[in-house]
């Protein structure tokens, strides 16, 4: 309802949009020779979409014949349903296709200007005849939108008549009493012998036809039946077995392990068998085999095959009578063949009466003789109810038996009490859905939920490296324990897609739905739905993750390719390899997000509100961060500095280890790593020692004492400096009288390096060859003694007598006295 809804008010609102009329503005130049041209266009268009409209209304009619003829034939209301939808969707179409040509009309009507008004000299002829044939064009394109809006609200009221047919069925086939007098009189023994000979005859009609005509066929068809069901159920097995089979020599298998056996020895087996029948039957059919009534009788056998199959699979899983220790339920080992043969035996009732059902439809049988197998099978899925909620599955501690939980117990008892009750009153068929649901949707729901608490336990951390693919994978490719926790991610994930996929059909289709209401499900999905002007499609918007994902893995790849293989063989400098490979990675994801946008179908015009918004939200609250990206796309173009460079940024010094588009990482030579944000790097002052190459110059500084020879002194350091490996021969070496200081003549070394990140150990290097040949030479090295006074409480200790007289002591004395309480020698 909802979207039809919408559809009609999106359709509304291009009808105002298309028949608006546009601004006029006079301008009746050149009018002649476009006219021929828009006419024929014209014609084309509005002959084109007449057409499609008027097939559409015969179409709808049809349709609408059927409904009120077959009202009362479910399949049909369906494919109906699935026709108006598709034609709903057509006459959207048809609306679209006037755009183009209103748009003409409109920008022409603009051209020619308004009419002249009263008392201006009229437009020539060809003026006036060109704007009569667009004012006609366009009330018989709006004319025409009209019975295309007119046709979209009558078939969506069809559709809505249809929901309301089917719900109306599905309730009165619930609620229906028949009169069991007819499933007990007289005349029900010979219809239902009748009905049996009938059967016996188009059976063995049909064998006889086999046997003489067809019978290589039928081997055929049933080996290369078997053949499919057997690679399917034999290589599964193989490639799940210890998925599948239990190992009686584990003793206490793990909780994850007796779900995973439980989920896949029924799901494996059970869909080998169905593809078993379903190939047979198809084969059957592709080699002409069946006939109307045998195909249908041949399906009806399957269902009985597959489902009792399917139903004691899923008993021996959960109840495991042969192997106590890989039981869910703490059950005896009794008391679980036992539950074992009435499940299976309450399966296959319901299965029979399925075939029963279908036999007498085919049949045309009389309705006491449906009325009747139907009242049998519902009476006796209620005495096996009954039979289950009195088993006692349990032991006390002597060892004695114990029944269900009161709960399950009387839950037991309700149920099967319900259906002998309903079918005793006259409500077969509500009796005969209850029967099924309990039986089918049970065993389909208990199946999900053992798969869902297989995937929920294989989820959990270090389960997966627990199982025996997690041992395998580690012990043969030493797989490490985060991948194996991913892994057990996602096969989780693979679990619940494929419980959902397989089940939830199978479960919607025993509560009344239809092969084709998920078919029209899955249509929407695919083709999407609109809200406004934006169309949303789920299965668009799934395509377009999976593109960015693709692009995603193909830029990481292709990045990794790109350092390793073609910059790593050139010998490219690592920062120029890390700028390359930051920007191929940006530009990939950028380049993989447009596709998936495109993918998806979002058209981007559409949410230029909602940019609008962000971008006045980016304004004020996010400057910062869209300064640092900017200021790092900048750093990556530019490269002022890279990766393994030493700068000196403010108060940082240190190698740069990372440059991103939000911050830059920095480690220092204490190895603690900084995070400065990148618009600090582009709007204050950074020093690059190694910003073109790693060439750089040091600085020493030596004091010498005043009476020691200063030409030696400065002999003796150009000779060490100029001996040292590390220290360039051009630029030379040199070194400068500086200054004479207060204590000492200063000199200072400067000398060139070809890596300047070798600074400190030249420097350490010099300095001890430096003082080592001072010693040797006599040449002192000065230190200046810093006189500090004392405090107040080391003035207190003074003589008081002699600080209240203002007696002070010579200098000398004063000097003395400090240098030898408080003297210190400056560091440097």
Do not use: C
């Amino acid at each position: 309802m909802l979207f039809d809804i919408l559809r009609r008010l999106a359709l509304l609102v291009l009808l105002a949009s298309m028949a608006a009329s546009y601004p006029l503005v006079a301008n009746a130049q050149q009018p002649a020779a476009v006219g021929a041209d828009t006419d024929a266009t014209a014609g084309g268009v509005v002959d084109t979409q007449r057409q499609a409209i008027d097939m559409l209304t015969v179409k709808v009619d049809v349709i609408e014949k059927e409904i009120n003829a077959s009202d009362e034939n479910e399949e049909g209301l369906v494919k109906a349903r699935a026709e108006l939808e598709t034609i709903d969707k057509a006459l959207l179409d048809s609306g679209l296709a006037f755009r183009p040509r209103l748009s003409e009309i409109n920008s022409r009507i603009e051209q020619l200007g308004p009419p002249p008004g009263e008392g201006q000299p009229p437009e020539p002829e060809l003026v006036a005849k060109e704007r009569q044939a667009l004012a006609t064009e366009k009330a018989e394109i709006n004319v025409l939108l009209g019975n295309a809006e007119d046709l979209s609200v009558r078939v969506n009221g069809l559709v809505n008549q249809i929901a309301t047919l089917r719900r109306d069925l599905f309730t009165n086939m619930l609620t229906r009493r028949y009169q069991l007098r007819e499933a007990f009189s007289g005349e029900v023994g010979s219809a239902a012998q009748q009905e049996l000979g009938t059967l016996y005859r188009a059976v063995s009609s049909w064998l006889r036809f086999v046997v003489q005509f067809k019978h290589q066929a039928v081997l055929t068809a049933t080996f290369l039946a078997l053949l499919a069901a057997a690679i399917l159920q034999f290589g599964g097995k193989r490639l799940f077995r210890s998925l599948v089979d239990r190992n009686p020599a584990i003793e206490e298998p793990s909780y994850l392990s007796r779900l995973s056996v439980a989920f896949w020895s029924t799901l494996l087996p059970s869909i080998a068998v169905s593809v078993f029948l379903n190939s047979t039957i198809g084969l059957y059919n592709y080699f002409n085999v069946l006939r109307g009534d045998i195909g249908v009788f041949l399906n009806g056998v399957s269902v009985v095959i597959f489902v009792s199959f399917f139903v004691n699979r899923l008993s021996h899983a959960v109840l495991s009578p042969d192997m106590p220790a890989w039981r869910l339920l703490p059950i005896e080992s009794r008391p679980a063949r036992i539950l074992i043969w009435l499940l299976t035996a309450m399966a296959l009732v319901v299965g029979v009466d399925f075939l029963m059902g279908v036999v007498s439809d085919t049949l045309s049988s009389p309705l006491s003789v449906t009325i009747l197998k139907s009242l049998i099978a519902a009476i006796t899925v209620g005495v096996l109810l009954i039979l289950i909620g009195s088993v006692k599955p349990f032991a006390d501690k002597d060892g004695e038996p114990r029944p269900w939980p009161a709960t399950l117990r009387f839950l037991f008892y309700f149920l099967g009490a319900t259906t002998i009750v309903s079918a005793l009153l006259g409500y077969v068929s509500f009796a005969q859905f209850v029967s099924r649901q309990i039986v089918i949707t049970g065993a389909m729901l208990a199946t999900a939920y053992i798969g869902f608490l297989s995937s929920r336990a294989i989820a959990r951390e270090g389960s997966f490296a627990d199982t025996s693919i997690g041992h395998r994978l580690k012990g043969r490719y030493d797989t490490e324990e985060a991948v194996l926790d991913q892994l057990g991610l996602a096969a989780s994930l693979l679990i619940n897609i494929l419980i959902v996929v397989v089940f939830l059909p199978l479960v919607l289709f025993q509560w009344g739905f239809q092969p084709g209401d998920i078919a029209t499900w899955l249509n929407k999905l695919a083709t999407g739905f609109q809200i406004g002007s934006f169309s949303f499609s789920p299965l668009a918007i799934l395509t377009g993750l999976l593109v960015f994902a693709l692009g995603y893995f193909v830029t990481r790849w292709f990045q990794g390719w790109l350092d390793g293989s073609v910059m790593a063989r050139g010998k490219v400098d690592a920062g120029v390899r890390n700028s390359i490979r930051t920007i191929v990675g940006y530009a990939g994801l950028a380049l993989a997000t447009l596709i998936a946008i495109s993918a998806a179908g979002i058209n981007l015009s559409s949410l230029a509100l909602i940019a609008g918004g962000l971008s006045l939200g980016i304004g004020f609250g996010l400057q910062n961060v869209v300064s640092n990206f900017v200021s790092g796309l900048i750093l990556l173009a530019e490269r002022p500095f890279k990766a393994g460079d030493w700068i000196v940024a403010g108060t940082v010094t240190g190698t740069v280890k990372k440059i991103s588009v939000r911050a830059t990482e920095i480690e220092t030579f204490q190895r603690q790593t900084v995070i400065l944000p990148n618009s600090e790097l582009i709007n204050s002052a950074v020093g690059n020692w190694t910003h073109r190459n790693k060439l750089g110059r040091i600085d020493i500084k030596v004091n010498v004492a005043y009476d020691s020879d200063a030409k030696r002194a400065h002999e003796i350091m150009l000779e060490i400096t100029r001996g040292h490996p590390m220290v360039l021969k051009n630029p030379e070496p040199f070194v400068l009288f500086a200054n004479f200081g207060p204590a000492a003549l200063e000199f200072e070394i400067r000398a060139f390096l070809s890596d300047i990140v070798n600074s400190n150990s030249v420097q350490n290097d010099i300095r001890f060859s430096v003082v080592e040949a001072f010693a040797e030479e006599g040449i002192a090295i000065p230190s200046t003694a810093r006189f500090i006074m004392p405090h107040e409480e080391e003035l207190a200790d003074e003589p008081k007598a002699e600080l209240d007289q203002g007696k002070r002591t010579e200098p000398e004395e004063q000097v003395g006295r400090v240098r030898r309480n408080r003297r210190k020698v400056d560091p440097d």
